[in-house]
């Protein structure tokens, strides 16, 4: 009988083992079109045990926006994406051409994909200029 519960326990627990390395489905962006609204400029710098992406983000739009949220794709050497992390830029991003930095704390990795995951858009559209 003691045989038998120990093949059951160790059955259960490589069961359990087995269910938690099922792989997390990958997240996208939110907002479909966002290449045409932002640009997005980084550069990975180590920093200790840990890696720091420093960038700009730059708003392409004439509308001001807010509430916007980057998703980075951490990458491994061929290309595959390892995790994921979303990361909120800071304040307000008026439109027509307008940049705040960000700072993003990631795990060391070859490579990374930085992407726009949401952002609200708020106010009135800019005006265009006078045309003479």
Same mark, same amino acid.
């Given at each position: ?8 326990? @160790? &059955?259960?627990? $490589?069961?359990? #083992?087995?269910? %938690?390395?099922a792989?997390?489905?990958?997240i ?36 001001n926006?807010?509430?916007?949220r @980057? &998703?980075?794709d $951490?990458?491994? #050497?061929?290309? %595959? ?30 490579a990374?994909?930085?992407?726009v ?7 009135e ?5 006078? &045309?003479?």
């Amino acid at each position: 009988m003691t045989r038998r519960r120990l093949a059951l326990s @160790l &059955l259960a627990a $490589v069961t359990l #083992a087995a269910a %938690g390395l099922a792989r997390a489905e990958e997240i996208q962006p939110h907002m479909l079109g966002w290449e045409q609204v932002f640009r997005i400029d980084f550069t990975p710098m180590p920093k200790g045990t840990t890696t720091v992406l420093e960038g700009t983000l730059t708003n392409v739009s004439p509308y001001n926006l807010t509430g916007i949220r @980057l &998703l980075v794709d $951490v990458l491994d #050497a061929s290309g %595959g994406m390892t995790s994921q992390q979303l990361a909120w830029v800071p304040g307000r991003l008026g439109g027509g051409g307008d940049r705040v930095p960000f700072s993003i704390s990631v795990v060391p990795a070859p490579a990374y994909r930085v992407r726009v995951y949401t952002y609200d858009r708020s106010g009135e559209r800019l005006r265009e200029p006078f &045309l003479r």
